[in-house]
């Protein structure tokens, strides 16, 4: 099984939906990030949390929000989509106690907002 | 605040061997990272590089840093079909504890036959 899930894998929705993606880990680490990428703009930070009671914004957290649930949880959420949200989506983990912030991907989610 | 930065393509025939660069601007960064994207998944840990090591060696991947330059470069020796990918340089800033990896924009690797 993958160490870093992600749900779904691919979502299309209209303009001004909620969208939530979810994701999961069984790797144990304490960190969990989400990140965006688009074609030529390389992965952009949303948002990350080094523990279940610490969120933190990233670089684009605009239209964006998220939950920690869990160590092993953290759901991504946008509260009314627009088309320009269309991307690439991952989450990564990684542990307070391993080398540097090595970070360990889930395989991504494909969304299109119409 | 810091960047990483890498040219955005790179095309090689196969056998020949692959230079990919990076540059970053955190003269204190500790560790730094080279992940790989294959089409359609996400990214896989290549290797990394503690900074106080020159170079490193992994069967056909070979990692050079260049702290006096803040260059990091990852050859890839024999370069087949299946390294067509694209690859991410990344670095640990010198607060590691608290702030996360920065990202290149990844450099797309084509082999041609």
């Known amino acids: 099984d993958a160490d870093v899930t992600q749900t779904p894998r691919n979502r299309i929705t209209k303009t001004g939906k909620r969208i939530m993606l979810e994701c999961s880990q069984t790797k144990g680490h304490d960190r969990m990030y989400w990140y965006r990428q688009d074609p030529g703009l390389g992965l952009r930070l949303i948002y990350y949390?080094?523990?279940?009671?610490?969120?933190n914004k990233g670089e684009i957290s605009d239209g964006y929000s998220v939950s920690r649930q869990a160590q092993a949880k953290f759901s991504l959420s946008l509260e009314s989509a627009i088309p320009n949200q269309t991307a690439l989506y991952f989450c990564?983990?990684?542990?307070?106690?391993?080398?540097?912030?090595?970070?360990?991907f889930g395989p991504g989610t494909r969304l299109t907002v119409l | 605040g810091e960047d990483v930065e890498q040219s955005l393509f790179l095309s090689v025939r196969e056998g020949d061997s692959s230079v990919i660069n990076c540059t970053y601007t955190d003269s204190s960064s500790t560790y730094l990272y080279w992940y790989k994207q294959e089409p359609g998944a996400g990214l896989q840990l290549l290797t990394y590089i503690f900074s106080n090591m020159d170079m490193k060696q992994d069967q056909r991947l070979t990692v050079l840093l260049n702290k006096k330059d803040k260059h990091l470069s990852l050859r890839i020796a024999d370069t087949q079909t299946g390294d067509s990918a694209i690859y991410f340089c990344a670095e640990t800033p010198w607060n590691s504890g608290n702030t996360p990896l920065v990202f290149g924009k990844g450099t797309r690797l084509s082999v041609i036959a």
């Open positions: 949390s080094f523990d279940v009671k610490d969120i």
């Open positions: 990564a983990t990684s542990s307070s106690q391993g080398v540097g912030d090595t970070q360990y």
